[in-house]
């Protein structure tokens, strides 16, 4: 079993949709949590932390269930520009590990 | 800003060659890592480094080695080029456990 999941896309959608990503991990004693986008061919850049009230900025909100051991990332109104890949990081003290990605196109 | 600077974004190297990819970060970080990334395999981490001349295996450092000899310069090493090392190198840094990782755009190594 990967230590981190993520249900690898495509996910294909139409402007303006609801789209919700999860992501599975296998440590319980995982302490910190990120979602990244990664557009093709660039370096991954932070979206937003998550925390364990849940968290929200604007259309994207993070969400963390510490008992089922899952994050989740929710965008509404989705735009052309939110496609991308989008990475979830799990960390244990100096140890990160990434999820492989879920790929997002965003159509007109 | 933030700025984790990879000297080098596209290379060509033939096989047996010694390759060094440097990354310079200006934040006074004290983790800097060493990622490659190819499809369908994600992220994975080579070697990183928590302290000047500290450094641990990651999850694939085998062929690899690197240097840390200032704080803000973690460069990685392949001794002896191969084609499966045919890949795009990430260098990232951070404050330490638990803080935002930022990473450098990437090098794009082709080994023939």
């Known amino acids: 079993r990967k230590e981190v999941e993520q249900d690898p896309g495509p996910f294909n959608v139409p402007e303006g949709a609801t789209v919700a990503f999860n992501c599975t991990y296998s440590n319980s004693a995982s302490q910190s949590f990120f979602w990244y986008r990664q557009d093709c061919r660039k370096e991954p850049k932070l979206l937003m932390s998550v925390y364990s009230s849940g968290n929200e900025d604007g259309r994207f909100t993070a969400q963390l269930n510490r008992a089922s051991q899952y994050i989740s990332l929710l965008i509404r109104d989705s735009k052309l520009s939110d496609s991308a890949t989008y990475l979830c990081v799990v960390t244990l003290s100096d140890d990160m590990r990434f999820g492989a990605g879920t790929r997002l196109t965003v159509k007109p | 800003d933030v700025k984790v600077t990879q000297s080098s974004r596209y290379l060509v190297k033939r096989t047996g060659e010694k390759v060094f990819l440097e990354c310079v970060q200006d934040m006074d970080h004290e983790n800097m890592f060493w990622y490659r990334q190819d499809p369908g395999l994600g992220l994975r981490l080579i070697y990183f480094s928590y302290d000047v001349k500290m450094k641990e295996k990651g999850d694939i450092p085998e062929g690899y080695s690197v240097s840390r000899e200032k704080k803000e310069r973690f460069s990685l090493i392949l001794e002896s080029a191969s084609t499966n090392q045919t890949s795009m190198y990430l260098c990232?840094?951070?404050f330490g456990p638990g803080n935002t990782i930022y990473f450098g755009e990437g090098s794009w190594l082709t080994v023939v």
């Open positions: 990232a840094s951070s």
